[in-house]
């Protein structure tokens, strides 16, 4: 991009050599996006961070920012916080975007890992408790029949790639499609079904659009609370198993902490 007159491109000279220095020294900083806080404060307690009241976000939004060090990465994990009305999770694609954004901002990850829950399809071959690394995030609740607003709405992006990571870890590799829904709609499963997915989330393609748009690579770690293709149903599933599963979801992602510890982003 050709410099304006009052930029002399230093800015864009910066940036292309930050991204170069992420690819050449270890990681350093971590961004965990988590949209439940029971999901989160085991990780919070294992990694020992604390709240950051100067979290460096707008005033007056709920986002929680818990920081600290971590072996050699200065952690920080964050949730979208307590919706200011109702005082539940601010669990969906608007939030997860929203805190995304300003996490980005504020805190100029190497990498952000999206951890959290997730529906399993049993004849894709997901049970309970599984942990899933995501290859790919798309939407199934955009749905625009016009040609290219279709793929638009789709919005197909893989994660960043972490083969060595896989085969060391021995973690499961699906799709992985996001709405904003917990249930399933008829038009929602054969957006599904379309997205080859394995597992279905709340926010997972909502923060890897923020991350492609600022440049940063994310990926995906989701736990199975309940089968989305079997006879229970979901909301009881999904209740029966979140502590169980939590301490599933929490176990790996601190095993995938520690694999990336030291490491490139080239050598994940
Ligand atoms: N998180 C956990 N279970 C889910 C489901 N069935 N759909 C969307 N997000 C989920």
Same mark, same amino acid.
């Given at each position: $991009?050709?410099?304006?007159?009052?930029?002399?491109?230093?800015?864009?000279?910066?940036?292309?050599?930050?991204?170069?220095?992420?690819?050449?020294?270890?990681?350093?900083?971590?961004?965990?996006?988590?949209? $439940?806080?029971? !999901?989160?404060?085991?990780?919070?307690?294992? +990694?020992?961070?604390? !709240?950051?009241?100067?979290?460096?976000?707008?005033?007056?939004?709920?986002?929680?920012?818990?920081?600290?060090?971590?072996?050699?990465?200065?952690?920080?994990?964050?949730?979208?916080?307590?919706?200011?009305?109702?005082?539940?999770?601010?669990?969906?694609?608007?939030?997860?975007?929203?805190?995304?954004?300003?996490?980005?901002?504020?805190?100029?990850?190497?990498?952000?890992?999206?951890?959290?829950?997730?529906?399993?399809?049993?004849?894709?071959?997901?049970?309970?408790?599984?942990? +899933?690394?995501?290859?790919?995030?798309? +939407?199934?609740?955009?749905?625009?029949?016009?040609?290219?607003?279709?793929?638009?709405?789709?919005?197909?992006?893989?994660?960043?790639?972490?083969?060595?990571?896989?085969?060391?870890?021995?973690?499961?590799?699906?799709?992985?499609?996001?709405?904003?829904?917990?249930?399933?709609?008829?038009?929602?499963?054969?957006?599904?079904?379309?997205?080859?997915?394995?597992?279905?989330?709340?926010?997972?393609?909502?923060?890897?659009?923020?991350?492609?748009?600022?440049?940063?690579?994310?990926?995906?770690?989701?736990?199975?609370?309940?089968?989305?293709?079997?006879?229970?149903?979901?909301?009881? !599933?999904?209740?029966?198993?979140?502590?169980?599963?939590?301490?599933?979801?929490?176990?790996?992602?601190?095993?995938?902490?520690?694999?990336?510890?030291?490491?490139?982003?080239? !050598?994940?």
């Amino acid at each position: $991009m050709a410099p304006t007159p009052h930029d002399d491109g230093s800015q864009g000279v910066k940036e292309e050599s930050m991204a170069s220095q992420t690819a050449t020294r270890p990681i350093s900083s971590l961004l965990l996006i988590i949209a $439940m806080q029971t !999901e989160a404060l085991p990780l919070v307690n294992k +990694f020992q961070l604390t !709240e950051d009241a100067d979290s460096g976000f707008p005033k007056g939004v709920p986002w929680l920012r818990y920081q600290g060090n971590y072996k050699d990465l200065k952690i920080n994990i964050v949730c979208p916080g307590k919706d200011t009305a109702l005082g539940v999770d601010s669990v969906g694609t608007i939030s997860a975007s929203l805190v995304t954004y300003g996490s980005i901002l504020a805190l100029q990850p190497d990498l952000i890992i999206n951890a959290g829950t997730a529906g399993g399809f049993k004849a894709k071959g997901a049970s309970i408790g599984d942990v +899933f690394v995501a290859s790919d995030v798309a +939407f199934h609740d955009r749905r625009i029949p016009i040609p290219v607003f279709d793929l638009y709405g789709v919005g197909l992006r893989q994660a960043f790639q972490t083969p060595n990571l896989l085969k060391e870890l021995n973690l499961k590799v699906g799709k992985l499609s996001t709405g904003d829904s917990l249930d399933m709609s008829p038009q929602d499963e054969a957006s599904i079904s379309a997205n080859d997915a394995t597992i279905k989330d709340m926010e997972g393609a909502a923060i890897a659009y923020v991350a492609d748009l600022l440049k940063v690579p994310a990926i995906f770690i989701k736990a199975v609370t309940d089968i989305t293709d079997g006879d229970k149903p979901t909301a009881e !599933e999904f209740l029966q198993n979140l502590a169980a599963v939590t301490a599933a979801l929490d176990l790996a992602v601190t095993q995938i902490v520690d694999y990336i510890n030291g490491k490139r982003l080239s !050598e994940l």
